[in-house]
């Protein structure tokens, strides 16, 4: 039985895993707990799995969790804000730890698994994007596994397995296209908050199904894919697959090509993440190719879905930059979530923040180096936000 600790836990991923927990009790159980701030389908998931320890990331839900779960006997350790997130992620006998925190707010935590032995489940891509010049290191440094729980890169990882060192030659990632892949370019200018969160194919959270919409997610996974396997920038491309039922594919330098398909559902490749290197039985529904019906693929537009482009450049630039451009992402697309700007703000904006980076970009950053190019570019969309409010003002 494998002991696994889960940072957030009340997030898609979060849930997801715990219904993998539930449906193979004989193979693991739960140590840790982290959240962020609901705290009744926390207190719910304590009841039910008994963890040794809970987090609450927002401060002020403390008391609310712990008059929640005040009836359960043994009590949990209890604690709150980004500490208590990072004491879950290094705490007890926990094998793995899933990362389901959204964004850069889950590198603290990562590193400290990392650095008490844990291996990680890596759901959180902004993790490695950002601090990969850090992550990595450290995970040689320990002997740890960093395994991708997410579709496309687990995808990837399971069409590798058995493939000699030198054997890969290209990574293909595919793109369902998001909310907006079937409407003309002309168009996004009108698109609302509520059009970019209809996903045609995957239930994810907002920031995710967001980053869908624009492309964004798709650059940011050639950047992980670039630090997860090795492969330089150029060996790997993008592909819109409207179906959602190829993951992702890998090209050999014979020119084969393998692909690793399934239905639109996140728990497999959180489970042949938890469960690497062994196959589980599940009573989930099996592909039924006749069913799939046709599956397509076309080449993305680079004028409707710019964000590519600009993680490529940011990727290529490495150093802190690709850091700039997640925290610059995260912060426009919390902006466009709060309708502060509209959808075609993301990317401008986005680019102008890594235009004006002059920071620390060395070739390896240290984590206070990464650290200030988050808070810099979060700072700087914010600047050019509000300049950008003003001038629509006064126009």
């Not at 950047?223 to 330089?232: N, P, Q, R, S, V």
């Amino acid at each position: 039985m494998k002991a696994i600790s889960i940072l957030g836990s009340t997030g898609s991923i979060g849930t997801q895993t715990l219904d993998i927990v539930e449906q193979h009790p004989d193979r693991f159980r739960v140590v840790g707990l982290a959240a962020g701030r609901n705290v009744t389908l926390l207190a719910e998931q304590v009841r039910q799995f008994q963890p040794e320890i809970v987090a609450i990331q927002d401060e002020s839900k403390l008391a609310e969790l712990k008059e929640a779960i005040a009836s359960l006997h043994p009590q949990p350790i209890i604690t709150a804000g980004q500490g208590g997130v990072v004491e879950v992620a290094r705490y007890g006998d926990a094998e793995s730890v899933v990362t389901g925190i959204v964004g850069c707010a889950g590198l603290l935590p990562t590193l400290a698994a990392i650095e008490a032995g844990k291996d990680i489940a890596l759901a959180n891509k902004e993790t490695l994007i950002a601090g990969a010049p850090v992550v990595l290191p450290l995970v040689a440094k320990h002997g740890t596994k960093l395994l991708p729980a997410d579709s496309e890169h687990s995808a990837i990882f399971q069409c590798l397995q058995g493939v000699p060192d030198g054997g890969l030659r290209r990574i293909i990632l595919t793109a369902s296209g998001g909310a907006f892949r079937d409407l003309p370019v002309e168009q996004l200018a009108h698109v609302t908050v509520a059009d970019a969160l209809k996903h045609p194919n995957w239930s994810m959270g907002q920031k995710i199904t967001i980053d869908s919409a624009t492309l964004m997610n798709k650059g940011l996974e050639v950047i992980e894919a670039h630090y997860l396997f090795g492969m330089d920038y150029d060996a790997i491309d993008i592909v819109i697959h409207p179906q959602s039922i190829i993951h992702s594919l890998i090209e050999l330098q014979d020119t084969s090509v393998l692909a690793q398909l399934g239905w639109a559902d996140m728990r497999l490749p959180l489970l042949y993440a938890l469960s690497y290197p062994h196959r589980l039985p599940t009573q989930w529904s099996p592909l039924d190719l006749v069913k799939a019906g046709d599956l397509t693929f076309r080449e993305p537009d680079h004028e409707k879905y710019p964000c590519m482009q600009l993680a490529y450049a940011a990727g290529r630039a490495g150093g802190a930059m690709p850091a700039v451009l997640n925290a610059a992402n995260e912060q426009v697309v919390a902006m466009f979530l709060a309708q502060e700007i509209q959808f075609l703000d993301i990317p401008r904006l986005i680019e102008q923040v890594c235009d004006r980076f002059t920071g620390q970009n060395t070739a390896q950053p240290n984590l206070e180096d990464i650290l200030a190019a988050d808070a810099w570019a979060r700072g700087e969309a914010i600047a050019l936000q509000q300049a950008l409010t003003k001038t629509s003002v006064a126009v």
